[in-house]
C-alpha cells in the first residue's frame, strides 16, 4: 500500500508514503496543491477522486486532511469487499481466497516506475475496473488474451534500436519468443514487463510472440499470434 502526495509529480510519493521489499501495491491518497489524487487517478472506473465532505466540520475537506496509507489501504480494502460480492454472480463456481484477491489485485493494477514489481510502486496503482475484469476471465485465473502492440502487423523500415510492446490484459509474468525464424525460440523467461527492448541489424525479418501467465495456481496461459516484421536497410 503507498499513498500519493507529491505536489512537484502528483504520480509520485512524498513524505507519507511506504515503499520497500513488502509492497503489493499501492492506491492514491491525500490531495496536495496539484490535486495529486485526481491527477493519477483513483480506484474508481472513472479515475477521478470524488469531492469529499467531513462529517463533523462541513468546511474541511477530507480530501486534504485524511491521507497516506490511512487513506490509501481503505481504498484497497472497499476494492477488494466489492471483489467478494460480485464473486458469486461473476465466479459462480468459485469462491474466492485470500491468496486469490491478492493476486486479482496485482494482475489488475496500473504498472508505475519501473516495469512489473519494484520498491516503489509494487505491481502498480490499484483499478477498480481491470481488477473486475480480471474476475470475471473464465475459466477463473485465466490471464487475458495477448494483446500485440507495437511493431504492427508486418511492419517494415523498422529502426534497428527498438522495443516490443504488448497490453498487461490481468498477467504478471510472460515468456518472451523472439528470432529470425518461424516459429521464434525463446528468449527470456518469467518477464515482468510489457516492452522489451531491441538492437537490430539491417533488411532482416524478425518474428515475435508472447505467452502469458495467470497468478492462480495451477497457472494458465495465454499465447499470441506470431507477428513478423522488417528492418530497415
Given at each position: 500500500r503507498r499513498s500519493i502526495w507529491n505536489d512537484d509529480d502528483p504520480c509520485l510519493g512524498g513524505n507519507s508514503s511506504?515503499?520497500?521489499?513488502?509492497?503489493?501495491?499501492?492506491?492514491?491518497?491525500g490531495c496536495g496543491a496539484n490535486d495529486a489524487a485526481s491527477q493519477c487517478g483513483a480506484v474508481g472506473a472513472d479515475g477521478v477522486w470524488p469531492p469529499s465532505v467531513n462529517a463533523i466540520n462541513?468546511?474541511?475537506?477530507?480530501?486534504?486532511?485524511?491521507?497516506?496509507?490511512?487513506?490509501?489501504?481503505?481504498?484497497?480494502?472497499?476494492?477488494?469487499?466489492l471483489m467478494l460480492a460480485l464473486n458469486p454472480t461473476l465466479q459462480p463456481t468459485h469462491t474466492l481466497t485470500h491468496d486469490?484477491?491478492?493476486?486479482?489485485?496485482?494482475?489488475?493494477?496500473?504498472?508505475l516506475g519501473t516495469q512489473g514489481w519494484d520498491s516503489e510502486f509494487g505491481w502498480g496503482r490499484v483499478s477498480m475496473a481491470q481488477t473486475?475484469?480480471?474476475?470475471?476471465?473464465?475459466?477463473?485465473?485465466?490471464?487475458?488474451?495477448?494483446?500485440?502492440?507495437s511493431p504492427g502487423v508486418d511492419a517494415v523500415d523498422?529502426?534497428?534500436?527498438?522495443?516490443?510492446?504488448?497490453?498487461?490484459?490481468?498477467?504478471?509474468?510472460?515468456?518472451?519468443?523472439?528470432?529470425?525464424?518461424?516459429?521464434?525460440?525463446?528468449?527470456v523467461s518469467d518477464?515482468?514487463?510489457?516492452?522489451?527492448?531491441?538492437?537490430?541489424?539491417?533488411?532482416?525479418?524478425?518474428?515475435?510472440?508472447?505467452k502469458a501467465y495467470g497468478c492462480v495456481p495451477p497457472l494458465?496461459?495465454?499465447?499470441?499470434?506470431?507477428?513478423h516484421f522488417t528492418t530497415k536497410s
Open positions: 511506504a515503499t520497500g521489499t513488502a509492497l503489493d501495491v499501492m492506491a492514491p491518497a462541513p468546511t474541511w475537506d477530507t480530501c486534504e486532511g485524511f491521507y497516506g496509507t490511512s487513506s490509501a489501504t481503505p481504498q484497497v480494502a472497499g476494492v477488494t469487499s486469490d484477491v491478492a493476486c486479482l489485485l496485482k494482475a489488475g493494477a496500473d504498472d473486475f475484469g480480471c474476475l470475471a476471465l473464465t475459466p477463473f485465473g485465466r490471464p487475458g488474451d495477448v494483446d500485440l502492440v523498422q529502426d534497428y534500436d527498438i522495443s516490443l510492446q504488448w497490453n498487461k490484459n490481468c498477467s504478471l509474468k510472460y515468456d518472451v519468443f523472439f528470432g529470425d525464424t518461424d516459429p521464434p525460440p525463446q528468449v518477464y515482468q514487463g510489457t516492452t522489451y527492448p531491441l538492437t537490430l541489424i539491417p533488411l532482416t525479418t524478425y518474428y515475435w510472440k508472447i494458465q496461459s495465454t499465447e499470441s499470434e506470431i507477428r
